[in-house]
Antibody
Framework: QLQLQESGSRLIKPSQTLSLTCSVS??????????WSWIRQPPGKTLEFIGY???????HYNPSLESRVTISLDRSRNQFSLILKSVTAADTAVYYC???????????????WGQGSQVTVSS | SYELIQSPSVSVSPGQTATITCSGD??????ISWYQQKPGQSPVMVIS???NRPSGIPERISGSKSGNTATLTITGTQVMDEADFFC????????FGGGTRLTVL
């Protein structure tokens, strides 16, 4: 059974860089018809797509975050990572990693999800 | 940017049918997925491709679409179904609705 587990920075200061990693078990990040996603949820709000990456087709980012975001794969560790630069309080959220079906698949979906990592941006 | 509109809350009594809607411009050709999120937990996909129910999801949960409105229906609602439900579709990126809190009391 595929499982995802987030790890990384929890409390960071404004202007710093957020770094999270998602470890994948029970499947390969090099699988076809699969992209590896980051999604966040600010307190009391809905979900926001940050971006995802396919092992051959590369990343696809939310245009509103694209200038600050990098998503990458580590095939040797079967992990993928999120870097978000120049954070502000508005980036405070629970950050989820999730497996997405396909790449740029307009009938795609997210399943399963990691347990989530609370990230707080505060001085 | 593209918006999916959901009612903030729905309340039903145990055993009743809960109907949660998701509206957007030009949804007729769009595929919808639905996610259930219980307090303190991560989302779980309950419906993909508008009406497909993955294995392990109870048969009382179903999805449909008519025109520009997608609907998640839970028949014989149980207390354990209490959660926030989010719909999602694609614009240039995946877009989520604002969420509907289902209360069963």
């Amino acid at each position: 059974q595929l499982q995802l587990q987030e790890s990384g920075s929890r409390l960071i200061k404004p202007s710093q860089t957020l770094s999270l990693t998602c470890s994948v078990s029970g499947g390969s990040i090099s699988a076809d018809f699969t992209s590896w996603s980051w999604i966040r949820q600010p307190p009391g709000k809905t979900l926001e797509f940050i971006g995802y990456i396919h092992h051959t087709r590369g990343p696809h980012y939310n245009p509103s975050l694209e200038s600050r975001v990098t998503i990458s794969l580590d095939r040797s560790r079967n992990q993928f990572s999120l870097i978000l630069k120049s954070v502000t309080a508005a980036d405070t959220a629970v950050y989820y990693c999730a497996k997405a079906s396909g790449f740029l698949d307009t009938s795609g979906h997210f399943d399963p999800w990691g347990q989530g990592s609370q990230v707080t941006v505060s001085s | 940017s593209y918006e999916l509109i959901q009612s903030p809350s729905v309340s039903v009594s145990p055993g009743q049918t809960a109907t949660i809607t998701c509206s957007g411009d030009d949804l007729t050709g769009q595929s919808i997925s639905w996610y259930q999120q219980k307090p303190g937990q991560s989302p779980v996909m309950v419906i993909s491709r508008t009406s497909n129910r993955p294995s392990g999801i109870p048969e009382r949960i179903s999805g449909s679409k008519s025109g520009n409105t997608a609907t998640l229906t839970i028949t014989g609602t149980q207390v354990m179904d209490e959660a926030d439900f989010f719909c999602a579709t694609w614009d240039i990126i995946p877009v989520f609705g604002g969420g509907t809190r289902l209360t069963v009391l």
